[in-house]
């Protein structure tokens, strides 16, 4: 079995081996391909949430990827880990921003903000029954700081999220954003969230005590 | 807190959660999250940098609460985050 042939190597070793003569980098990547495949292809397999039907092939396009970018970059890495986590770590980041790709490539932004979950969650409470408990109006408050405090695209993003289940990048994307400047946009908007609740009096553990 | 209190027992017509815009579930999800948030947090971009050291130390077994609460955090906070660092995992478990 070719499994068995791997040669185990220390970190030193992986990065001695990926400078080397031709022939040792070709014997080092093919080692690194059956390490990757074999637990990539397992825990791909293993997600019940990562529905989809070719996924053997899409692990192998994954880190036939992520060896480009391992040779490539291998001297960025920092030792900071076992090498092996570290290339585990780009085969599973290529594989599942494909997987995420795929998975929304026909959603648009747009779509969701006009359907029935979308932007219009945002709007004023609606008068509810009398009688209701006095619970309720602490939730009315935090609908109205919600629908006043954020901004548009701290909204769009929210329901995109959150309600519709799509990924940072793939809403960031879509928003001519970086999914690290997504993350601040909708950190800003906790934070926010978070002062206008204390400002009324009122902590996250106080709310939360409405859904009890 | 005089505004609240104007709120919670003024005139105000009653409602309750289900009766607004936002999902009950979606609400009390968001509010969750505001329990957990800090002034400043690291970003998915250092959460992607050091994923292989968190890991590894995970692994190990090491206290990482005490080591990398940061880290640790963001995981908490950020789904894609989360399933990249549970995939992760598995993948290296099953190379063995």
Known sequence: MAELAITKRTNEEWLSALSGDEATVANALEDLRVILLRGLKHALNARADLDYDRMDALAEDAVQDALLTIRDKADTFKGNSMFTTWAHKIAVHKALSELRRKRWKDASLDDMLESGSGIGMFRSSKPGPEGQMVRSQTMTVVQDIIKNELTDRQKQAMVALKIQGMPIQEVADRMGMKRNALYKLMHDARLKLKKRLAQEGLTPEDVLRQFE | ?96
């Not at chain 2, 002034?39 to 005490?66: K, S, W």
């Open chain 2, 1 to 96: 807190m005089k505004n609240l209190i104007s709120r919670l027992f003024g005139r105000n017509k009653r409602t309750p959660a289900h009766a607004m815009g936002m999902p009950p579930e979606m609400l009390k999800g968001l509010i969750t999250s505001l329990e957990k948030t800090k002034p400043i947090e690291l970003d998915c971009e250092d959460i992607f940098a050091r994923l292989d050291e968190y890991v590894d130390a995970v692994l190990r077994g090491d206290d990482i609460n005490t080591m990398m609460p940061d880290m640790k955090h963001h995981l908490e906070m950020c789904r894609d985050c989360f399933q990249e660092y549970e995939i992760l995992v598995s993948a290296i478990e099953a190379a063995g």
